[in-house]
Each structure stands twice: as structure tokens, then as C-alpha cells.
């Protein structure tokens, strides 16, 4: 069974850097794309940065030149770097994978859990 667990949330304070992380276990295969979302307080869930697998990287406007997403392949993680973070980063955090299984272009996509991220005035 294919898990996705987010780890290295917390709370920080204005300016400050976090760096999350998202860990795959349970594929024999690599995952074609691998995203973050976020859902702040009240508000919908919304897009923050992707990864391809050959390395090609997305970011959201919001957080382009403060956030960087990377993964390591070898090790079946994902990670977010966030820096200069900003009360409105405030969310809950997710990671999102999703590999194409078939020459139809059909694909599975699996979700974590959501680390929680809080930045403080």
C-alpha cells in the first residue's frame, strides 16, 4: 500500500525558514509528479510548487524566489524549502504524487496526511 507522510512542520516565526519533507513508501515505482498543496485556515486547498521526475519544477506565484522544492529519488522524498515565510504561508501542508500506469495515459494519484505549518507575526 502506497503511503505518503509529510514530516517537518512547525511553528516559526516571520521571516523564518522551514524546510518540509515527503516521504513514499510501499511503490516498487517511481511517481512521474510530486506536489505541494496547501490549505490555510478557512480557505480552500491550493497549488504551491511541483516536481517532474526529470526534474522540471512549478512553483505558485505566491511563493516563486522564497520556496524551493527538490526530491531525491533514491530516497523517495520530496522536499520543500521555505524561507522568508510570511503569516499568510500559515496552512496545513500536502504532498501529492501521482505516476501514469498505463500507455492510455491512466493514473493513480495518492495523497498524505498534511504537516501543519504556522508562521507567527
Known amino acids: 500500500q502506497v503511503q505518503l507522510v509529510e514530516s517537518g512542520g512547525g511553528s516559526v516565526q516571520t521571516g523564518g525558514p522551514l524546510t518540509l519533507s515527503c516521504v513514499v513508501s510501499?511503490?516498487?515505482?517511481?511517481?512521474?509528479?510530486m506536489t505541494w498543496y496547501r490549505q490555510p485556515p478557512g480557505k480552500q486547498r491550493e497549488y504551491v510548487a511541483a516536481i517532474g521526475s526529470g526534474g522540471s519544477k512549478n512553483y505558485a506565484d505566491s511563493v516563486k524566489g522564497r520556496f524551493t522544492v527538490s526530491s531525491d529519488n533514491a530516497k523517495k522524498t520530496m522536499y520543500l524549502q521555505m524561507t522568508n515565510l510570511k503569516p499568510e504561508d500559515t496552512a496545513v501542508y500536502y504532498c501529492?504524487?501521482?505516476?501514469?500506469?498505463?500507455?492510455?495515459?491512466?493514473?493513480?494519484?495518492?495523497w498524505g496526511q498534511g504537516t501543519q505549518v504556522t508562521v507567527s507575526s
Open positions: 510501499g511503490s516498487r515505482f517511481s511517481m512521474d509528479t
Open positions: 501529492y504524487a501521482d505516476r501514469v500506469v498505463n500507455v492510455e495515459g491512466d493514473t493513480v494519484t495518492f
